[in-house]
């Protein structure tokens, strides 16, 4: 019995000490956010990019203007970022492992996206659906990842516990009670806030279309014509129409004072100022990235009210195609760590607008609310899920 005790006070032990390992790893998670931040920074992957693929610490310290006094900070940082799989390691001589003069750094999937050289043009990101790997360029989401990391994206954060204990917290975002002005019109009156924001979501933008008109082409089969809803300054449409040239008419909608800043002369798009809350223009398919996602449910039942007016009935055979997020869906190990990554964007998103990331049951609620009989959810190994929604 003694025995049996002593071994079960040993297990408790055990794991308290994990318990404590977990804690500090979450507590301390924002390290490797700025350990990020850091690498960002100082044009990391880009020097990599420009070694050739392979740098070591003193091209990385020569490249930074790091004086070589401070080689032992930059080394710390590599490591961090080479255990999270930012980057990869390999030593010239396995036996001087511990000789800084004797590692290279590598590019991984991840960083290789950090690289701010790699094509981002429209055309890239959309070689097509037939287009192969090797044919098809890496599109960069610096400009994206630069301004999750900014200071004032993540000190909203720190206030969210007395926010939510705001009775007014369902109807002023977090956003709006540190800043003092709600996301969308600082993005509007603050001329670099406001290039920041499109600059990053460009970026993501080439990186999201590219991997929907290679991976998911059925979805567009059939369409003529089709409104991107929110669409911005016409990255993602005109990815659409590269793509897929049977697409006779692509229209791009937004609010005025954003389509007046789209690029001039797109060629294959069209640019409509408007309120998608009020009415939104005809075509036989709309199209709405990261749209939903910044809006409550009542919203979102309305702009989805417009769609449906905009496609006509079961009988006109329209859809609406939703790239988004869709919760707690994903089945095997790789997809369960996607799950926990989309509910941490759940509260990014939060905090910025009271909008919601969304299970599969919250957004059958809308559509079926807002007049739709149907879905069918199309998951990328990503992020997004593609929704196609019909009357």
């Not at 590269?242 to 008419?249: K, V």
């Amino acid at each position: 019995m003694g025995h049996q005790q002593v071994q079960h006070g040993k297990d408790d032990t055990e794991e308290l000490l994990a318990a404590h390992r977990q804690l500090w790893c979450h507590a301390l998670g924002y390290v490797k956010s700025m350990a990020l931040k850091c690498a960002l920074d100082l044009r990391i992957p880009d020097t990599i990019d420009r070694c050739g693929g392979s740098a070591t610490l003193g091209e990385l310290l020569a490249a930074s203007e790091i004086p070589a006094s401070n080689h032992d900070y930059l080394r710390r940082v590599m490591r961090t970022l080479t255990a999270m799989r930012i980057f990869a390691v390999s030593h010239d001589d396995p036996a001087k492992a511990d000789d800084a003069a004797a590692i290279s750094y590598q590019l991984t999937p991840a960083s290789r996206l950090l690289v701010s050289s790699s094509s981002s043009s429209v055309d890239a990101a959309a070689a097509g659906a037939g287009a192969s790997k090797e044919n098809t360029t890496t599109p960069s989401i610096l400009p994206n990842i630069a301004h999750l990391v900014r200071p004032n994206t993540i000190s909203l954060l720190f206030s969210m516990g007395e926010w939510m204990k705001d009775e007014s917290a369902a109807s002023v975002s977090l956003y709006e009670t540190v800043h003092r002005q709600g996301m969308w019109a600082c993005v509007e009156d603050d001329a670099a806030n406001r290039a920041s924001f499109y600059e990053s979501m460009d970026a993501d933008t080439r990186l999201v279309m590219q991997a929907v008109v290679r991976r998911c082409p059925h979805v567009f089969d059939g369409i003529k014509s089709l409104v991107d809803v929110g669409g911005g300054r016409g990255t993602a449409a005109a990815a659409i129409v590269a793509a897929f040239p049977h697409i006779q008419r692509c229209t791009v909608m937004d609010l005025p004072h954003v389509v007046a800043e789209a690029p001039a002369g797109t060629a294959g798009l069209s640019f409509h100022g408007g309120d998608m809350f009020e009415h939104i223009p005809s075509a036989d398919a709309l199209m709405l990235k990261w749209i939903l996602h910044d809006w409550d449910e009542d919203k979102c039942i309305k702009i989805m009210e417009r769609c449906k007016e905009a496609i006509g009935g079961k009988e006109a055979g329209g859809k609406v195609i939703i790239i988004d997020t869709v919760l707690g869906s994903r089945a095997d190990d790789d997809d369960d760590k996607t799950c926990r990554e989309t509910y941490v964007l759940d509260l990014h998103i939060l905090s910025f607008v009271n909008g919601a990331e969304r299970e599969e049951h919250e957004w059958r609620r809308i559509f079926l609310a807002a007049g739709f009989r149907d879905y069918k959810i199309t998951h990328t190994r990503g992020i997004p899920s593609i929704i196609e929604v019909f009357p």
